[in-house]
């Protein structure tokens, strides 16, 4: 069965600063994958996927995400950021068997000032 | 993208009563799905709920205890019944687009007393 890590249940970071969060999948075959944010009191907003092709994917709000096979990674990162950018955030791997998403156990993400 | 609301936002129930949400999605899809956020943590798969048809439930969930209704292509309910307080939880529908990804829904957040 296919399994999300994100290592960081919490990270703070500087406003202005650049930011990275970490996702780790154990998956049988090329996997798609996603990232969502989720700021408080919210559903979960799609920042961005990967299926296939070029392995750094852009996506909203400045965020890009990169594949790494041999890594069996999918990390998100964004150069600066903004003190709107305070949320959780999920990485999440689709099942070849039903469109299902498994999900990651989130990173909280909190912004100084 | 899809734009999915629900109904209602959040309720306080009492424990043995049950609890139908709504979710409303505003174009035709094929395949829904119901998650479950208990508090701080991630999200899990309940079901899903496709038209016509039964739902499909994930290892943990049961029928009787999540109901699920899919009359047509825009709109599903989940039932919570005989609720405890460990149903104390957001509860969250998304509908599947075109591209794999998943396109989710404000959440109903529910505290049972």
């Known amino acids: 069965a296919q399994s999300v890590t994100q290592p960081d249940i919490h990270i703070t970071v500087s406003e202005g600063a650049s930011l990275e969060l970490r996702c780790n999948y154990s998956?049988?075959?090329?996997?798609?994958l996603f990232w969502y944010v989720q700021s408080p009191g919210q559903g979960l907003q799609l920042l961005l996927k990967?299926?296939?092709?070029?392995?750094l994917v852009q996506g909203i709000k400045g965020f890009e995400a990169e594949f790494k096979r041999s890594q069996s990674s999918f990390n998100l990162r964004k150069p600066s950021v903004h003190w709107s950018d305070a949320a959780e955030y999920f990485c999440?791997?689709?099942?070849?068997?039903?469109?299902?998403?498994?999900f990651g156990g989130g990173t909280r993400v909190l912004v100084k000032p | 993208s899809a734009v999915i609301s629900q109904k209602p936002s959040r309720d306080i129930c009492q424990r043995g009563t049950s609890l139908t949400i709504q979710c409303q999605v505003d174009s035709q899809v094929t395949m829904m799905f119901w998650y479950r956020q208990q508090p701080g943590q991630s999200l899990t798969l309940i079901a899903t709920?496709?038209?016509?048809?039964?739902?499909?439930?994930e290892s943990g969930f049961v029928i009787d205890k999540f109901p699920i209704s899919r009359p047509n292509l825009t709109f599903s309910t989940l039932t919570v019944s005989n609720m405890s307080p460990e149903d104390s939880s957001i509860y969250l529908c998304?509908?599947?687009?075109?591209?794999?990804?998943?396109?989710f829904g404000p959440g109903t957040r529910l505290t049972v007393t």
């Open positions: 999440a791997v689709e099942s070849a068997a039903g469109n299902k998403l498994t």
């Open positions: 709920a496709n038209q016509g048809s039964e739902a499909t439930y």
């Open positions: 990967y299926f296939s092709g070029d392995t």
């Open positions: 998956y049988g075959a090329t996997p798609y």
């Open positions: 998304s509908s599947l687009g075109t591209g794999h990804e998943q396109y």
